[in-house]
């Protein structure tokens, strides 16, 4: 239909979740705007979506997004390629009102061989900690802490450690 919905957390092979609230709309009958992908589909359903009120709603989730992410797209590895730099464009606030510092992690951090986790440039849509609970189901990464501390991380392993006759289990965060 070309009708674009901007998402970040939605895949075909997960279920749908909500998380990143981009993919808001606009439900006859509704009075706030809802997050197409976990709204069913129902019989004479009228969805609309580009008011004002969902507008507004994608503008305020784009600035919440940008509060600490670094914003160096031009030396960015994902330049050209990245949802959020298009989102930002078509659907974002101009500016920020937010003044105070940026939070800085280490960088990056290696899960594997192969991946290097870098969560400054993470938006916290919980994407990948989903596919590896509900795909790979090795719950490698996990979300951490809540709220404004809530980070991607490594999960913590199970270890054995005998210290008397009845083994005990403890968790062991991994480091890097």
């Not at 359903?45 to 503008?59: C, N």
């Not at 800085?104 to 192969?114: D, G, L, R, T």
């Not at 795909?135 to 991380?153: A, C, P, Q, T, Y």
Request: proline share 7%.
């Amino acid at each position: 239909m070309g009708i674009e919905i901007p998402i970040y957390c939605y895949h075909p092979k997960m279920p749908p979740l909500g998380a990143c609230r981009m993919c808001f709309v606009e439900l006859r009958r509704c009075q706030a705007a809802q997050t197409a992908c976990t709204t069913p589909v129902s019989e004479g359903m009228i969805v609309h979506t580009k008011t004002e009120k969902v507008l507004k709603a994608r503008r305020g989730t784009l600035e919440f997004l940008l509060i600490n992410h670094p914003l160096d797209c031009p030396i960015c590895d994902k330049g050209g390629e990245c949802d959020l730099q298009d989102f930002t464009l078509r659907h974002g606030p101009g500016g920020t009102r937010y003044t105070v510092p940026k939070r800085h992690y280490q960088k990056p951090i290696p899960v594997s061989e192969n991946i290097l986790l870098d969560r400054e440039r993470c938006i916290l849509c919980q994407r990948c900690t989903r596919f590896s609970s509900e795909i790979s189901m090795d719950n490698g990464l996990v979300m951490i802490n809540r709220g404004f501390r809530m980070e991607v991380g490594t999960a913590p392993i199970m270890l054995s450690i005998r210290s008397s006759p009845a083994t005990r289990l403890r968790f062991v965060q991994w480091e890097h």
